[in-house]
């Protein structure tokens, strides 16, 4: 199998036109499949659960470039000290939002359906989440190759950009707050701390 | 988008500025605007870049002092780099904004969430979901009407022909025959139309217990009703059907929308900019896709060492 995997690598490596990156989709399967099956294995609210999903999270989803690109130019007004603060407290917040997020989605099956190629290097993998009441939830999964390796750079549920998203809200707060990246860690500070951990 | 424009710089703000030398900075293309401070030998080069995307405005200001001396050789005594970002929010009258916000949100505690965990709790998945597609299809003129003003008549097809086989085949739209038989569905209004004739978003706007909308997009709610058939004729007794239509509209739509209202209430950083956020990324998304755009957002994160061409910037720490 693993032989297989790696002849397709190569084959979609060797040919960047192809309009789709079989290599990408297989990554994305797996890495839905390992979700899927994290959940089922154990209860949701289990500490092997949360333990497993996160160090999922964290050696597959680019945290940081996210974190980074989550402040926009806030981030090069920032000092080295409040950026290592914001980049922990991005990576529990993103960490917590999504183990938050998979364990509602319990029961569910996660099927890639297709993939393209970016003009900036991005591979979209697109995939359905099939939930048991209602249509299913389109998942795109915007993914770099680097090092060898694909990573998650964005999600897009249903077309919404976590990223963006977030990008907004982050720049709103640090305005609305002032004292620039400063203001933006006290505030997720404290919802974290609010949240019980 | 990128233009510049020159600076406007006076002599105070000059004085009053601390200069630091970087090495190496090239200053030939930072020709935008000359100044002279003391007579000829010293001038002070300036530039002003703004960078526009639908979410932000970078402004990137450079500066450099330039002395020539009496054989006309030039020395670049300082340059320096300031960083302006203005996000824009989209929201111009947020004060406002936030006003209604908070009436809606509380009209959502009293009435609408209840009511919607009510019709959640009483009425099944299945028959909900019919509902839907019962109420997409009375619909289905208005989209109709928009697909011929953004003159897309391959689509103003589709929309009738799946019009026509749902409210016969797939019984007055329960059943919606037309996605299988390749006529998908697709959700057009007014607001999608003026987006393909130009006009841009206009600012975000909290309608009073309708929630968010746009400048664009809430004029373009009395469009579509005026454009829908149901709403020319209505008998003076069958009036009841419209609110009815329109309460189970309504009741739809927030059902839609209130799990992700509840995460942002308990999960978002300040509940108001996070509705704003998610909305405005979420009808954006929804213009691009009905407009045919590629459902991709205008800008994502990159890799740090990514070879790249768009126009992200590398930290310099």
Known sequence: ?197 | MIKSTPLALSAVLLTSTTFSAHAGVDISHMTSGHQHLHHYDSYAVYEERVIETPQAMEVERRMAIVHEDDQGDVEVDAVSEVEGVEYDDGDPIEDFNRVIFFFNDMLDAMFFTPICKIYRGVVHDEIRARVSYVLRNVREPVNFANNILQADFEEAGITLGRFVTNTTVGVGGIFDVGTDWGMPFERQDFGMTMASWGIGEGGYLMLPILGPSTFREAPGIAVDIALDPMTWFIPSDAVAITYARAGAQGLDDYNEVQPMLEDLRKNSLDFYIGVRAWYLERRRSKVREALGDSAQPADSPVPMDFPQTADYPTPMN
């Open chain 1, 1 to 197: 199998m693993k032989k297989i995997l790696l002849l397709l690598c190569l084959l979609c490596a060797s040919n960047p036109s192809w309009g789709q990156d079989k290599a990408a989709e297989i990554y994305m399967q797996n890495l839905g499949d390992q979700v899927v099956d994290i959940l089922s294995s154990y209860s949701a609210s289990s500490e092997v659960t949360h333990e497993r999903l996160r160090s999922l999270l964290e050696s597959n989803f680019a945290l940081r470039d996210m974190g980074k690109f989550a402040l926009g130019k806030y981030w090069r007004q920032a000092t080295p000290s409040e950026k290592n603060e914001f980049q922990n407290l991005f990576r529990l917040s993103v960490v917590d939002h999504y183990i938050h997020r998979f364990e509602t989605h319990t029961n569910e099956r996660f099927d890639v359906v297709a993939s393209r190629n970016e003009k900036d290097g991005a591979i979209v993998v697109t995939s359905d989440l099939m939930r048991p009441s209602g249509p299913p939830l389109r998942l795109d999964w915007r993914l770099y190759r680097t090092g060898g390796h694909f990573k998650v750079y964005d999600v897009l549920i249903d077309g919404i950009s976590m990223s963006i998203t977030q990008r907004s809200e982050y720049s709103a707060v640090i305005r609305k707050e002032g004292n620039g990246l400063n203001g933006l860690n006290r505030v997720m500070q404290s919802k974290w701390n609010a949240r019980g951990h």
